[in-house]
Each structure stands twice: as C-alpha cells, then as structure tokens.
C-alpha cells in the first residue's frame, strides 16, 4: 500500500497539479461572433505570466498588422504580439496585469481564472468596474 501511495505522489500527483495551471496553448473565441480567432501562449518568466499570439485561425487575418498598436509594436503583425502581459497569480486568479485587444487598439486590466473545468479560461477585461469576459479552450 506504501509503494502504491508513493508511486502516486512521485508520478501521478505532480500531472494532476500541472494540468491545473493557465500555462499552455488555449484557443480564443470572440465573445460577440462566436468564431475562433487564434492560438495564444500562456507562459511564465520569473513569476509573471504572459500571453502571445501563436496562430491566427482566420485565413483573412493571417498577415494582419496591428495597425491600432503603439511603440514598437506598431505595424508589426499581430501574430506573435504579446497580448497578456504581466500577470500574477494571487490564490485562484491571476491579475494585475494587462490584455491587449489588436482590433480594437485598447489595453484592459486584465484578469485570469480556470473555470470548474480546467480545460477552459475565463479572461475577463477591465474598464473601471465594468468587465467583459471571454471563455479561451486549452489545446492539446
């Protein structure tokens, strides 16, 4: 019984609490069309996450610039902007960070959660105390 409850502290539990993390690739969905858009990339330097856009899943928006960026990022295409920037994970969320929205040219304060389902994202953006939330899909 001992071996059984090792081998699943040494092998299983660590995959277990792994799969409950945002770091991945999640697939967005526009909130208003319902259509997938791209692939982001959630990833952690240090212990600040951040998200970056992998694939455009539209053919039309393939080689978009972000025409409605700022700096250096400025006419630059949008895959491979990095939209969710500087994010902390506090208990179950993740926040005081930023989402960048390229179509539109507005930065939100941003915050991140796993729903009941650890295979879907809620990224909710901030306007004062008014929010608008999206529901990403992890990839497999």
Excluded at 11 to 19: G, H, K, M, R, T
Excluded at 63 to 70: D, G, S
Aim: hydrophobic content about 40%; overall charge positive; some cysteine.
């Amino acid at each position: 019984m001992k071996r059984v409850a090792l081998l699943f502290l040494v092998f299983i539990l660590p995959f277990i609490v792994s799969s409950q993390d945002i770091i991945g690739k999640w697939k967005t969905i526009d909130g208003q069309t319902g259509k997938e858009k791209a692939i982001v990339e959630i990833y952690k330097e240090g212990e600040i996450f951040f998200g970056k856009i992998t694939e455009i899943l539209q053919s039309e928006d393939k080689n978009v610039l972000c025409e409605k960026c700022e700096g250096i990022e400025k006419n630059k295409p949008v895959l491979g902007l990095v939209l969710i920037k500087n994010m902390l994970k506090d208990g179950k969320y993740y926040r005081k960070g930023t989402i960048f929205d390229p179509e539109y040219g507005k930065k939100f304060r941003c915050r991140l959660k796993l729903t009941d389902d650890p295979d879907i994202l809620q990224v909710r953006g901030y306007v004062a105390f008014l929010y608008a939330s999206q529901y990403w899909h992890r990839v497999k």
